[in-house]
């Protein structure tokens, strides 16, 4: 499956975006989609999976409540909505796919064997 990510930019803190992961190739059908984000000079960090069958979600816990996951069956897209950005937010941004995730693994970026390109969010003060 390929991964396309997109809606990235420069907004001023407080401001919102949502990025979007598109899969071409293949349907995310009995996929984990999750996002992760980097940081320059930092590694890449968790933000949150979903599991496309049912919906079920699972959240970095410094990031719940101003972000939230969801999907569009019909368009085969994840969307990551992301509210009162900080400048601590900037990064960028990949969506991540694999068909055999356990639980455990959500957050380990290893477990993934797809990758989009990544985004860019750049937050300012």
């Known amino acids: 499956v390929q991964l396309q990510a997109s809606g990235g930019g420069l907004v001023q803190a407080g401001a919102s975006l949502r990025l979007s992961c598109v899969a071409s190739?293949?349907?995310?059908?009995?996929?984990?989609i999750a996002w992760f984000r980097q940081a320059p000079g930092k590694e890449r960090e968790f933000v949150v999976n979903i599991k496309w069958a049912g919906g079920t979600t699972t959240y970095a816990d410094s990031l719940k409540g101003r972000f939230t996951i969801s999907r569009d069956i019909a368009k085969n897209t994840v969307f990551l909505q992301m509210n009162s950005l900080k400048p601590e937010d900037t990064a960028v941004y990949y969506c991540?796919?694999?068909?055999?995730?356990?639980?455990?693994?959500?957050?380990?970026?290893?477990?993934?064997?797809?990758w989009g390109q990544g985004t860019l969010v750049t937050v300012s003060s």
């Open positions: 991540a796919a694999d068909s055999r995730i356990i639980h455990s693994s959500i957050g380990v970026a290893s477990s993934y064997d797809y």
């Open positions: 190739g293949r349907t995310f059908r009995g996929y984990n």
